[in-house]
């Protein structure tokens, strides 16, 4: 667990460098929003195009393989950021990275990490989990932020901030080979489980309800999650912060992961997933509409930073516990992987648009006005969420009806 959350918490870090380093990166490579969005909507696309079979994948292999392999190409792909290189050339690097963290290295992890906890369990594993990977980010980013301060705050020091992100990476995936363990292999290195794998039992999974419930969920959140991306040049523009400071905000709102997280799975298993998801998602939608009205301005500042306290913690437990549906669903552990690459290929779709959308409303709309309004598309999609939430949670109170109902006969 402790290696799942250090690699989880690390192999997102350069593809996802704009959350903290937005407009350092704008500057130094002379972006516009837009050029911006499209760039890391083609990790999107890549990311899209690779979650089921990465599914698959994960089914097949052995997690130790699967995210030394993708830790080592993240390591070497941030060398390469790190020497700025051309648009065209960062475009081919993002989608590179989205092959790495999708395809090679989601589904394993996720598997891994059902693996290590019963039924009654699952909600605190994949919480612990997720707490585990926002410990290390924080951890990281506010000490690798320091340094960024220390050298100055400029190309120069955004370009030394990502070799040392680069490395870190490639550490981790030779402590990944040599520390995790293989799960049990046939001679040619697939797991033998996956014999009892048929394509019944995916078209099965296919056409179960709640997994297309799950998806929704995690579609919305996904959404949410890109808005909370967009916190640091909102706070900077709309709020009158400098870029330090506005920084400092992206880093502060990592700190609430590990509690929110942790505490969701926790709570999750006392009071049932799927209610504590509907919760979530109600806090979620809210929170995205009070951003969508708040014109900006010092006189805000206050409500802002209470209000992307609010928004984060809801995201963050959300992420935390929204894959422990999957137990809470019927989903044997036989088909996670398969399960997961249906649920990711459809909840992530937002890394794909949502960057663009953001980009071009930023640039058509300048100021506070653009981040309105890319809030309130995501208070919109979460009011879906909230729908199919309340959906999963109604089948998990029949469900628990009726097992009592069997328990008592």
Known sequence: MMLLCLSGGTIYLLPFLREI??????QAFDYTNTQMGILFSVFGLASMLSYFPGGWLADQYSPRKLISLSLLGVGLGGLYFATLPSYNANLALHFFWGICTSLIFWGAMIKATRSCASSEEQGRAF???ESGRGLV?????SAILAVFAWLGSQTTALSQVITI???INIALAMMSWRFLKDSNTNSSGQDPALKRVSLKNILTVLRMPSVWLIAIVVLTTYSANWGAYYFTPYATTGYSLSILLGASIGVAKMWLKPLAATSAGFIADRFGIARTVFVLTLAMAGSFVAFAILPGGKAYLLLMLLNIA???????ALRGIYFALLDDSGVAPAVTGTAVGV???????PDFFMPILGGMLLDS????????????VIAIMS?????AAHQLMKKSQHADITNDSVKFK
């Open 21 to 26: 380093y937005y407009i350092p990166i704008q």
């Open 127 to 129: 919480g612990i989990l």
């Open 137 to 141: 980010e924080v951890a990281i980013s």
């Open 165 to 167: 992100y680069a490395w």
């Open 310 to 316: 609010v928004a984060s913690c809801a995201v963050f």
């Open 343 to 349: 649920i990711s290929a459809i909840g992530f779709t």
């Open 365 to 376: 709309y300048p100021g506070v006005l653009g981040y309105r309004y890319y809030f309130g």
């Open 383 to 387: 009011t879906c969420g909230v729908l």
